[in-house]
């Protein structure tokens, strides 16, 4: 049974992600006996965390013994997820296999302060949780900004009012203190880049699940991420500020970026670029992002719509070219803005970046957009289902 123990993270994260819907696949993947896997799997159901069918089933057209179906619990506990960007906040609660329970949001310009923010995202997450009645696990942050690790400081908040190196996890976690969110401590308040987590939603739920070595590159609200799966393990680097992407240069007499330079993605393919190219007035009624998708989805036969789609996708084919001939992705996920503009018109981008490839073969890397509604903030979950995915009997302790 030590044996079983240790295989309670293992499992638990298989039946988190997908990858064993059956107590038979569960045995293959741990490579233990089916004694060992059902013990296992009956732990985590008296933790709460899956449930097991009681009658076993057998898949359509296959033979051999039906096995018991395993599932995430979706009554069970869950984490708080917060995400910030230019244009406000958004809460969730989110349970196991990346399922958004229940979430709100909050618009308007973001203080100076980020202490102001993220009580206010925190309030809001408590107000759920009150509401729904879940026991909270942890809680995870998205932020629009490199974070550094592993002290959680937000070096670049380009696009927010907020100084530079703002302790934004710190933070975070005074915020869940103040709030009473149950068991807070040192470890239940992570922190993260929006598009990083974004990319590790997607890969394990979403669009990116199977690939080995995925690409996501995205626009939110404001400027321009990516972030960088290797080996199936997120890549951040060695202080968490992997592959900067919106300051790669895609037009040399383009516009001023934050950073200094000119003509980056940053403010090339972003909401604010798209905006401007169509000849349109940015309004405060909603974010940026919403205005310009709601433009390709609605005008999108309208000249000057479609020709500010276009040169956004040549600006973007040609940063996605440089990163593919550089990193040899098996996959790449577009999010935000950018999937917009991919799901519009994909031939366009895939010649883009088929024309500019090395030899011919980067051109044939599959790009898709990302499948998940909220992915950062998913991905934010994640990092806060991570202490539990190592070892669920934490979940007794909290």
């Not at 123990?5 to 997908?18: D, W």
């Not at 898949?59 to 917060?82: D, I, M, T, W, Y």
């Not at 550094?148 to 975070?172: C, I, T």
């Not at 934050?258 to 980056?264: D, I, Y």
């Amino acid at each position: 049974m030590e044996r079983g123990r240790g295989a309670l993270g293992p499992a638990l994260e298989l039946v988190h992600t997908g990858r064993a819907p059956t107590r038979a696949v569960l045995t293959s993947e741990l490579g233990v006996t089916r004694a060992t896997a059902g013990a296992v799997a009956a732990e985590l159901e008296a933790l709460g965390l899956i449930t097991v069918d009681s009658r076993p089933t057998a898949s359509a057209g296959s033979q051999g013994r039906p096995s018991h179906r395993l599932f995430v619990n979706e009554n069970g506990p869950v984490v708080l997820a917060a995400q910030i960007h230019a244009d406000g906040f958004r809460v969730a609660l989110v349970g196991l296999g990346g399922r958004i329970v229940a979430t709100t949001s909050g618009c308007g310009t973001i203080p100076a302060d980020p202490a102001v923010v993220l009580a206010e995202a925190v309030a809001a997450g408590s107000d759920l949780l009150r509401e729904t009645g879940r026991r909270c696990l942890g809680a995870g942050l998205a932020v629009p900004s490199a974070v550094a690790e592993p002290d959680g400081e937000a070096l670049n908040p380009l696009h927010l009012a907020w100084p530079s190196g703002a302790p934004v996890r710190a933070l975070f976690l005074q915020a869940l203190a103040d709030a009473g969110i149950p068991g807070v401590t040192d470890a239940i308040g992570f922190t993260g880049n929006d598009v990083n987590l974004m990319a590790l939603a997607e890969h394990r739920h979403g669009a990116g699940r199977g690939a080995r070595d995925l690409l996501c590159v995205a626009s939110g609200h404001r400027g321009v991420g990516g972030a960088l799966v290797l080996d199936g393990r997120l890549h951040s680097g060695s202080s968490g500020l992997a592959l900067e992407v919106g300051h790669l240069t895609v037009n040399p007499e383009g516009a001023p970026c934050h950073c200094g330079s000119r003509g980056c993605l940053d403010v090339e393919a972003d909401p604010l670029a798209f905006l401007v190219a169509a000849g349109r007035e940015p309004g405060p009624e909603v974010s940026l992002l919403r205005q310009a998708a709601d433009l390709i989805r609605d005008e999108y036969a309208d000249p000057g719509v479609r020709a500010a789609a276009d040169l956004l996708v040549d600006r973007l084919g040609l940063g996605i070219a440089g990163l593919v001939n550089i990193l040899n992705p098996d996959r790449i996920i577009l999010g935000g803005l950018h999937r917009s503009l991919l799901e519009a018109d994909p031939e366009r981008l895939r010649a883009v970046v088929a024309d500019r490839s090395l030899w011919g073969r980067s051109g044939g890397v599959p790009i898709l957009p990302c499948s998940l509604d909220y992915n950062s903030l998913v991905g934010a979950a994640e990092l806060a289902w991570q202490p539990v995915l190592d070892d669920p009997l934490v979940v007794l302790e909290r």
